[in-house]
């Protein structure tokens, strides 16, 4: 399809106060060609039962009234909040909103149409859909685009250095995972992710999740094709503290404030050393077995055969190398990636600060201000100072997204 629909899938949930703005956003679009804006209103029905709850409750029912008064004819709303609407218990939050409306939208939208997932405080510019759909049809091959983004300051002290210190940690884990090529080097957030309805299709939706599910969203995607990691115009979601998910940006910005950063910790880039030298020695480990930290993890965690048999059995139902570093990836995916570094974080426990220093000396070692020292804590740095951090940061992930984008 020479210019495909574009779906715009939004869950909302107490954001009478943010979603006009996205939407305003949304309006504001330029040469975006024809698209639609799914929003999905919802909570758990027992909300209503729940005193604590009833301000939600309202604020929800505030939002349905103001929605169905836009003069807004490319706006469908789905309402899973007012009486008897709500979700059950076991079947509740931004991962089942996610599936809902993925769901609706491949119930209409042709193979190739493009999927736009954003969040109700998410920001973007006149030209986001625009470039979102410019960068599909540049890259044909491509399932999904995490997109780059960037969380705006909100003038709260507490919450911007919380906000500023979490994405040093997240452009941190990109830019090691990016610079030792591995094929799970992107960020997943909900509200920066766009996919082609077919490959939405062929991967079987989204599983609905409480929390990550973004992540193991572009995590299937990934194993099916490479995804993009570039796109002209970023997003700028909200950095706010919440609790309605039990990880990501919200909880983080939670214990940021409390100053526990224990699962987020700043990887030094000699933990991905391993898993760096393990990807040049597939060929070695597709004729006979090798032995390194990261296989030693894999093969320590695979259940299911002994330490041998889980490359051993790959061996026998591939017919060549591409299809056996294929399987490996699929057996040693983002998730496993993850843990593998934790592990080593817990063996070789480094502060934070001393880890972005290094990193930063490796990557930009003639762009660090001077002000910038090795045993000095974040919590000392002005905001001014931690943004700058940020900066430096965004600076090294931008290039390598782009360097990706070029194959």
């Not at 999904?144 to 960037?150: D, E, F, G, R």
Request: with cysteine.
């Amino acid at each position: 399809m020479d210019n495909p629909d574009i779906y715009v899938a939004i869950p909302a949930m107490d954001e009478r106060q943010e979603l006009p703005m996205t939407l305003q956003n949304l309006a504001e679009q330029q040469d975006a060609g024809r698209f639609h804006i799914y929003v999905c209103v919802n909570q758990p029905e027992s909300y209503w039962q729940i005193p604590d709850k009833s301000a939600t409750c309202q604020h929800n029912a505030q939002l349905l009234d103001y929605l169905r008064q836009l003069p807004m004819p490319n706006l469908h709303i789905i309402d899973k909040s007012s009486k008897g609407n709500g979700w059950d218990d076991k079947h509740s939050g931004v991962g089942w909103a996610r599936k809902t409306l993925f769901d609706t939208i491949l119930s209409v939208a042709a193979g190739d149409d493009l999927i736009v997932s954003l969040d109700a405080d998410t920001r973007i510019s006149s030209r986001y859909l625009a470039s979102v759909r410019h960068t599909f049809a540049r890259r044909p091959e491509i399932p999904a685009l995490a997109v780059p983004y960037y969380h705006p300051l909100a003038g709260n002290e507490a919450t911007d250095r919380a906000i500023l210190r979490y994405e040093c940690y997240m452009r941190n884990y990109a830019i090691n995972l990016l610079r030792i090529g591995s094929p799970y080097g992107f960020t997943a957030l909900g509200s920066a992710i766009a996919m082609r309805a077919n490959a939405l299709r062929k991967i079987g939706g989204i599983t609905p999740l409480k929390s990550g599910e973004d992540f193991y969203l572009l995590q299937k995607f990934r194993k099916m094709a490479p995804i993009g990691l570039y796109n002209k115009e970023i997003v700028f979601p909200a950095a706010r503290p919440s609790d309605r998910v039990d990880f990501g940006t919200g909880p983080a910005i939670i214990k940021g404030v409390k100053g526990n950063w224990s699962a987020y910790p700043i990887y030094h880039y000699s933990l991905f050393n391993d898993i760096e030298r393990t990807y040049h020695r597939i060929p070695e480990l597709f004729d006979h077995t090798i032995d390194t930290d990261f296989l030693h993890f894999l093969q320590a965690g695979n259940k299911t055969a002994s330490a041998t048999d889980i490359w051993q059995s790959i061996r026998q139902n591939v017919k060549d190398l591409p299809h056996f570093e294929q399987a490996f990836h699929e057996k040693a995916d983002g998730l496993r990636i993850l843990q593998f570094l934790r592990q080593k974080q817990k063996d070789n426990p480094m502060r934070d600060e001393e880890a972005l220093y290094d990193n930063l000396s490796l990557w930009l070692p003639d762009n660090l201000p001077e002000w910038y020292l090795k045993d000095t804590d974040f919590k000392d740095y002005t905001i001014k100072q931690l943004d700058n951090l940020r900066q430096l940061l965004l600076e090294v992930e931008m290039e390598l997204r782009k360097k990706s984008s070029l194959f």
